[in-house]
Nanobody, 121 residues
């Protein structure tokens, strides 16, 4: 079983920055696409950003220019740098990754447990 472990959430004032990190809990064979989604209270989960193995990135239109996704393939880690945060960015942020645990096994989409980000006005 692979777990994705998130860190870096917390409380920040509007205009501030946070850096979220997500890493696989153990050594794995390979990871394909990685990404972040978020879910605010009473709302559906929405895509924040994703990144391919070739470092091609996709962002929610409303977040372009403020959030930056990156990955460290050697550490099986995906990072979300969040700048100019707004109160409406308050949500639980979840990372995800397409994981092949060992050669010859199927790719499985894993999700992290979520990390709370709260932006005060």
């Amino acid at each position: 079983q692979v777990r994705l472990v998130e860190s870096g959430g917390g409380l920040v004032q509007a205009g501030g920055s946070l850096r979220l990190s997500c890493a696989a809990s153990r050594r794995i064979f390979s990871i394909s696409n990685m990404g972040w989604s978020r879910q605010a209270p009473g709302k559906q989960r929405e895509l924040v950003a994703s990144i391919t193995t070739a470092d091609t990135t996709t962002y929610s239109d409303s977040l372009k220019g403020r959030f930056t996704i990156s990955r460290d393939n050697a550490k099986n880690t995906v990072i979300l740098q969040m700048d100019s945060l707004k109160p409406e960015d308050t949500a639980v942020y979840y990372c995800n990754a397409g994981v092949v645990s060992a050669p010859g096994t199927y790719q499985v989409l894993y999700w992290g447990q979520g990390t709370q980000v709260t932006v005060s006005s």
